[in-house]
């Protein structure tokens, strides 16, 4: 294919840096790099949303918020993978939940990278400094709906440890009747603690350039890195930066990486999504679990942590409910109509097996991810777990969802001191790649079992004084 | 009704197949009585072009399925935990496929095209509440300085 290199006087085409994907990663790099003074380019597939545009209607966030218009079925059909597609990426939609990752984490994460920076300690000055700009509160217990009270009730009849979860937010207003359901398409009081509020805002003033509606197709490495792709129009633009960052997600960096023949057979490799799955529960009164927080609680279970789950009381939109429920006409139709007397509770699980990243015909996405023995049985303990709680707390049946859910897109680029079993060696760097980095959800070399958002964005946080060095 | 996506037996087949999930009863309409199909286009703008052309062929074949052969199909396909092969992920996606696309449009709070209708989430009495959004001016104004889309 031909890339004109085309320099519209009103826009520069070399850069200091080119930062690929305006996401929770990409924001905060790019945030750091003009503060140091450099020239960025971000460029991002996606739109920018925020407060003033944010979607009314379900149909039109997932059509325009998320890649192929909402869901993309792993090949087996088990597993629906939401892939964020805007700037400030996953932090715009997602539940806001911010956890520190424990010891069993960083151990997984340094047992297979190898890496010595993968501990508590060092990562300690890197949390600090991205909490020092993010609020993060326990979401307050005077507001939990019926929802979360099944689940802390539930909790407590069965001798299980729950708390409160820790989440991104100022202040969500519900006691002045705000309902936190829908911020799953965009916060529109800017009480989420997106990126685009703590990072891309800031980024902006010191002058950071942005093409959105940008999708980057091709990256060509050399002492400039040549960046190829298209606008909104299909017009191709070609730009040049001294260094490159990837920070496209796991699928989108890897995506990118194999479509411009890069040959490290890692690449793709290693994909993982804490699979979650919601069971609904139908109670004989009204749970109205759109009210208030949309989530409060998290299972603080050592016994689950160790067996590889978490619990947490969740829902979501009637749109996304309904592809949830099972059965056709009056068995669906049922739970639709009467969706106010469920309650939901998930389990993610902490995967081992992992899944692969490929670019098919027509540059589709295929992802292939299975839960073998151990992650199935991980699975069922957390069922186990849920159905006991829903009917100690009288529910009149559970109903186990249609598919599984991949929030947690994470791997495809896994850091390593090794370049023969990984992709981005500890400096962040691609390995053998004097100028490309990245930091992102996609060098994530396992899957750690906790909320990623809050280490990704440590990790760029580090990543930025490396690159810079 | 035209769609820029869809064609007119793809349009019909997904009317058909809507009415297998959404049957409607006293209180609410079914998925074709309540004319939500005229918002597809916003529902496939973005999907991949490839996905679209399949989806014209497998809805434009069921639009000339008796309704009873196609509660029978869908049925199957929602059943499918047990098939074997390359049959059960694709039985799967047609029906979540399906699924996804008529209770979208269903289940979104739009607005039927009979607008006597009460609205579905009404009558499902599903009313979140928002407050007002913040009007960020300040971000409007930096996206215009320094967005390079906005010069296009
Ligand atoms: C519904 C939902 C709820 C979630 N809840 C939580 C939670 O509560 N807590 C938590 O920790 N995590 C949560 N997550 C996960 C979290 O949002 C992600 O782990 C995080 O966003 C990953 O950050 P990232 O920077 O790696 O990628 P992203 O934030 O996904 O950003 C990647 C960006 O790159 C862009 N891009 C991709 N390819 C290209 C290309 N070729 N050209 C240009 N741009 C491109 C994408 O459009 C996207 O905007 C949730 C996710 C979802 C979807």
């Not at chain 1, 942590?305 to 068995?331: D, H, T």
């Not at chain 2, 014209?56 to 399925?65: A, D, E, G, K, P």
Request: with cysteine.
């Amino acid at each position: 294919m031909m890339w004109s290199c085309i320099n519209l006087n009103l826009m520069q085409d070399h850069f200091n840096f080119i930062v690929i994907g305006g996401g929770v990663s990409g924001s905060i790099i790019a945030e750091g790099l003009v503060s140091k003074g450099h020239s960025v380019l971000m460029l991002e597939a996606g739109k920018f949303f925020y407060s003033n545009n944010y979607p009314k209607f379900d149909i039109d966030s997932n059509s325009q918020m998320y890649w192929n218009g909402g869901v993309e079925l792993t090949s087996d059909a088990e597993i629906g993978l939401v892939r964020p597609k805007m700037i400030g990426g996953g932090s715009i939609i997602n539940g806001g939940l911010l956890d520190r990752f424990d010891d069993l984490a960083f151990e997984g994460f340094k047992d297979e990278s190898g890496i010595g920076f993968f501990n508590n300690t060092d990562m300690l000055p890197w949390f600090d400094k991205v909490e020092t700009n993010t609020s993060i509160v326990k979401v307050p217990e005077q507001f939990a709906n019926k929802n979360a009270d099944i689940f802390r009730n539930g909790f407590k009849a069965n001798g299980f440890t729950c708390n409160p979860l820790d989440r991104g937010q100022t202040d969500c207003r519900n006691g002045e009747g705000m309902d936190c359901i829908k911020c799953l398409a965009g916060c529109p009081i800017n009480s989420k603690q997106s990126t685009m509020i703590t990072y891309v805002r800031s980024a902006l003033k010191k002058g950071l350039k942005v093409f959105s509606e940008f999708e980057v197709k091709k990256v060509e490495p050399g002492k400039k890195v040549k960046i190829h792709g298209q606008d909104r129009l299909d017009k191709k633009w070609s730009f040049s930066a001294d260094k490159l960052v990837l920070a496209s997600g796991a699928i989108g960096n890897s995506k990118l990486l194999m479509n411009s023949n890069f040959k490290n057979p890692n690449i793709g490799k290693r994909f993982y999504t804490h699979p979650q799955y919601m069971l609904m529960a139908e109670f004989d009164y009204d749970i109205d679990a759109f009210k208030g927080p949309l989530q409060s609680y998290k299972s603080d279970d050592l016994n689950f942590r160790n067996k590889g789950f978490k619990l947490e009381n969740v829902f979501a939109p009637p749109a996304a409910m309904s592809v949830l429920f099972k059965g056709i006409q009056q068995e669906h139709f049922y739970c639709m109509k009467n969706l106010r007397r469920f309650a939901s509770i998930e389990v993610a699980i902490r995967d081992t097996n992992p899944g692969e990243i490929k670019v098919g015909k027509y540059n589709k996405t295929i992802v292939h991810k299975e839960l073998d023995s151990v992650d199935q049985r991980r699975k069922n303990l957390g069922y186990d777990a849920i159905k006991n709680i829903f009917y100690s707390q009288g529910a009149k049946r559970v109903i186990e969802g249609e598919f599984g859910i991949g929030l947690h897109l994470m791997g495809g680029c896994a850091i390593g001191e090794n370049g023969e079993s990984s992709v981005v060696d500890p400096e962040f760097r691609i390995h053998d790649e004097r100028n490309i980095f990245c930091a992102d959800s996609s060098i994530f070399p396992n899957a750690p079992g906790i909320n990623p958002s809050l280490t990704i964005m440590a990790l760029s946080k580090m990543a930025v004084e490396k690159f810079i060095k | 009704m035209k769609s820029k996506y869809l064609n007119s037996f793809a349009i019909r087949g997904l009317e058909k197949s809507g009415d297998v999930y959404i049957p409607g009863d006293k209180d609410l309409s079914s998925f074709s009585e309540s004319g939500f199909i005229k918002y597809i286009d916003r529902q496939l703008e973005n999907m991949e072009k490839d996905d679209i052309f399949g989806l014209n062929i497998l809805l434009s074949l069921f639009s000339f399925f008796p309704q009873n052969l196609l509660v029978w199909s869908l049925k199957m396909a929602s059943n499918s935990e047990n098939y074997p092969g390359f049959i059960k992920p694709t039985t799967r996606l047609i029906n979540m496929g399906l699924k996804g696309l008529s209770c979208s449009l269903y289940y979104s709070g739009l607005e039927e095209l009979d607008s006597s209708h009460p609205r579905v989430m009404d009558i499902m009495k599903w009313n979140p509440k928002s407050l007002d959004s913040v009007d960020d001016k300040e971000l409007t104004e930096l996206i215009k300085n320094n967005d390079f889309n906005e010069s296009l």
